[in-house]
């Protein structure tokens, strides 16, 4: 008989199919629920709500009469933690990132990345009450006239929360650089700044931007720290020592309250993540597309 | 080709080595006195003294792990970076040891110049690329004429001078190759070390980078190592035989290739073993 007619059934091999598209199915069916349930529980509030007002209003009053919806003070508190906390993180994250790439002996590296990696592994609520006993008083000291809650304290903290992700993803990046190119350039006469500084790190550009973004999306999100450390007072100040509230620190401060299921300040909160969904699904995205442009840029 | 000092030739203070002639025992451009190098406790090169002639090419040829290649990066002190990698003896360049503390590594680096076995542009332009070396040194002139008649002496010109301002990643693996040899040409190097590389070209390419090196010796010396033992015969006129570390046999090419001293040379170079 040909032994090429002998097909064996392999049920096995189906089954693992099966189950492997089944895992791949579930994270996209979540997405979609997610998606589908932001957009149904605020379908209610744009029925009370103008999209208009609620998108370009400066006043943010939910809980008192008369209630207001301008979600404006609510974005500006969160740009001015994400603006913050990249002052703090970029600059600390990406010299961390140089160091432990071009610098570091391996022993220093043993040592400094793990140290990096339980700085991330920290509960946010505990940088929360950091911020809060630690951060606050120095800056209280230093200025007389900060509030106890403030976007300062809480811009610093978050950005000692992000700055391991930079630090990592820039250092990764930047050992992603082929030795080849850093050989090259000592060859012609380089020291190892001008070769990091003008052939590595132009190199690794579009992968460190990228920990940026990723960073940024971080921060955007982030929800416990500024709750505890930025207060809940909705403002257009742009002042960093006064007390601001984030997209995300109001969805803590209703849904721990007790605000009855189904009323526009229900709603609202679904609005507000809605709102913080695309946001960061854009910078995701933003992200993305550069990360995809930084594998081309050395084959 | 255009004569113009980068740097200060703080080197090059006592006389020019003269060109008649050259044997490369008395008229060296660069030289091993008894170097050993080791990475950590292994030795990858045992005690080898050898002379490169001012002007001539040498070739450097033995089987793979020999340790040629480590031998060729101490000339430049690429083996710097590599944390285990530890060098006794003395390199001479126009008479200076190289490894003496007082002596800048960059310094050298600017002197004696290295063309790698993987081509390595850089990934910026092909202009920038060789106008990149010359830059950061602090050349002051007419840089476009710099990266023209590097270009040109590298075989390249025609080639690329309509893609200038191009992305050198662009260029076939044999023209990233002679790109970087225009690279290193426009440090005005003396010397220039060539660790295999044509491994990763195709014979045409290979044959041009060749050329190139014969019509390039009247104003650099070469260094060449190779795994291409035709390549050796062809192009060269020195050979050093190395193996397991040790210089086995260095001699005139011709001499090396037809009348071999030593029995393992001839093995070698006839291709009973490597």
Known sequence: MNILAQKKSRWLEGGIHGFLFFCAFLSILTTVTIVVSLVWESIPFFFEVAPLDFLLGTTWQPLIVPREYGVLPLVVGTLQIVVGSALVAIPIGVCCAIYLSEYASPRMRKIVKPTLEVLAGIPTIVYGYFALTAITPVLKSIYSGTETYNAASASIVVGIMILPMIASLCDDALRAVPGSLRQGAMALGATRFEALTRVIFPAALSGITASFVLAFSRAVGETMAVSIAAGATPSMSFLPTESIQTMTAFIVQVSMGDTPRGTPEYHAIFAVGMLLFLITLGINMVAHRVLRKYREVYE | ?274
């Open chain 2, 1 to 274: 080709m255009t004569q113009m000092k980068i740097q200060p030739n703080k080197f090059n203070q006592g006389s020019e080595p003269e060109k008649e002639a050259p044997d490369p025992r008395q008229d060296s451009a660069l030289s091993a006195e008894h170097v050993t190098i080791r990475y950590g406790n292994t030795v990858a090169v045992d005690d080898v003294g050898l002379a490169f002639a001012a002007n001539q090419i040498t070739a450097i040829i033995g089987p793979s792990g020999c340790g040629k290649s480590t031998f060729l990066r101490a000339f430049n002190r690429m083996n710097d970076f590599i944390p285990s990698a530890s060098l006794e003896g003395a390199i001479r360049f126009q008479g200076i040891d190289i490894y003496d503390p007082a002596v800048d590594p960059v310094e050298v680096r600017l002197r004696i110049g290295m063309v790698f076995q993987k081509p390595n542009p850089f990934p910026k332009t092909i202009y920038k690329n060789v106008a990149w070396g010359p830059q950061i040194n602090g050349f002051k002139g007419d840089l476009d004429e710099l990266v023209e008649n590097s270009l040109r002496s590298a075989a390249i010109w025609d080639e690329v001078k309509d893609r200038l301002h191009k992305s050198a990643l662009g260029l076939s693996g044999g023209q990233q190759q002679r790109l970087c040899i225009a690279r290193t040409l426009a440090m005005q190097s003396e010397v220039i070390l060539m660790d295999e590389p044509c491994s990763a070209l195709d014979p045409l390419s290979t044959g041009r980078v060749e050329d190139l090196m014969l019509e390039l010796k009247q104003n650099h010396t070469f260094v060449i190592v190779t795994h291409n033992m035709q390549q050796a015969s062809r192009a060269s006129d020195y050979t050093a035989f190395m193996e397991a570390g040790k210089l086995v046999e260095f001699d005139h090419t011709e001499k090396m290739f037809q009348n071999p001293s030593n029995q393992r040379t001839e093995d070698y170079v006839s291709g009973r073993f490597g």
